[in-house]
């Protein structure tokens, strides 16, 4: 009887923490009972071995077992048991001994376990409790070195998932690009023909450059500080350049896509680059969970001030208590991965992550394994401006950078001299150097109004060129641009402590050029 009322009065959360009690007589089991219960300290009786080692496998915070009890193999037997303990484990084990000499049964203990304390009797209540509150407070920590040790586990486990997601998705742009290339390099097309190919593989690489800067950031993301390049945006223009990311996995699933628009443009403030990222992630995943043939629908409508893009598939469905947590890291439908041929996944959590920046929402809906499933992204209208002004404010990129005498200093040739090139053919008069001293030299006789320099030359990097143009009177005037691969905060201090007006991460694109230029003239 004393067993099971004892066993009742233990909360879940006391399991861990109880102390499992092996006593020489039933007398003993209920006298000690009484008073580690008085003590605050939750026990349970275990009337033989076995029973023992079974709520050990249950949970406990110590075990406090009398001499008598390890008679035979059974304190052999006890130290198997604790032996199996995962590494974090070190359950601490208290022996009620009989005064007198040491039997071979402590010896047998005290060698099999590494956490044994003994306890002569008779023992003083007090001495008993503190024994135990200190073996207890032990097992506390042991338990909280556990949790960080899962914390540390779960850390590593999101870090190279995030990795693989991203490498995923660097993967995805590479076979526009492929198809365009093979195109331009088999058939040969006049320019008009060619363009629609350029302005492609032009779009790819920008998304392929957001994430591969995304990737050198893996901490930031991770906790969700993830910034964003604003502007108005139409929907059905993002919608159709998910669709072009998402084209390839359609076609190889022989998939039926259907993309249906609002009856009027719909605009809302984001940015491009991520809203394409999350609407080709969510075709993606249709696409690799839905059977071959199968059907996709995309509906764009208008909800009040909202814009609402409806992504639906005929595929595997899932289950309905998974429709809140499909959007948490690692989540797995079972039985639907030899559906998705074994991918990696397309970062639902993310998706989640990036529209809730852009202010929106996100979820999910199935009637169940089998039935299809619906993604719906709510995002919220941007409010109308007038465009007109906006255009009539800023000047060309032609315009901004046509004006200016441009040296440009990479040790990369080819990139030094496709930078140059293009500079030249948007109006501006260049000069390139490949290493510092070269800059210095040709700096003399061209007198740049600009230059743009790399930061990770050998011998004189572009920190020590820029603070040796700086130091010269006669180019007070000299706008300097870094041009770098590393776009870290440390990084930034560095290249303003040097002198730099701006800089830019390569690859340069033009148009940011262009701002940084405008920007710097209203300065």
Known sequence: MT???????????????????????????????????????????????????????????????SEEMLSGDDAAALSDAVSMQPPWSDLPVLVLARQGADSRAIAVAMEGMANVTVLERPIRVAALVSALRSALRARRRQYELRRILDDLSEADKRKTEFLATLAHELRNPMAPLSTALAILTRKPLTPEAALPYYQLMGRQIDHMVRLVNDLMEVSRITRGKIELQLGELMVDQVIRDAVELSRPLMDAGRHRLEVRAADAPLTVEGDGVRLTQVFSNLLNNAAKYTPEGGRIDVFVERDGTNAVVRIRDNGAGLPRDMLASIFDMFVQVSGTARAAQGGLGIGLTLVKSLVELHGGTVSAKSEGLGQGSEFVVTLPLAIAHDAGAGKRAAPSTEAAIARHSILVVDDNRDAAESLAAL???????????????????????????????????????????????????????????????????????????????????????????SMALRRLAQR
């Open 423 to 513: 500079l030249g053919l948007l109006g501006a008069r260049t000069a390139v150097a490949f290493s510092g001293t070269e800059a210095l030299t040709i700096a003399e006789s061209f007198r740049p109004s600009l230059a743009i320099l790399d930061i990770g030359m050998p011998g004189m990097d572009g920190c020590e060129l820029a603070r040796r143009l700086r130091a010269d009177p006669a180019r007070s005037g000299l706008t300097l641009i870094a041009l770098t691969g590393w776009g870290q905060p440390d990084d930034r201090v560095r290249i303003a402590q040097a002198g730099f007006d701006h800089h830019l991460l390569k690859p340069v694109d033009m148009e940011e050029l």
């Open 3 to 65: 067993t099971n009322a004892t066993a009742s009065t233990i909360t879940q959360e006391d399991t861990q923490l109880r102390v499992l009690l092996r006593t020489a007589t039933s007398r003993d089991a209920v006298m000690a009972t009484a008073v580690l219960e008085r003590a605050g300290i939750a026990t349970r009786v275990c009337a033989t071995l076995q029973e023992l080692v079974l709520e050990i496998g249950r949970g406990a915070g110590a075990i406090l077992v």
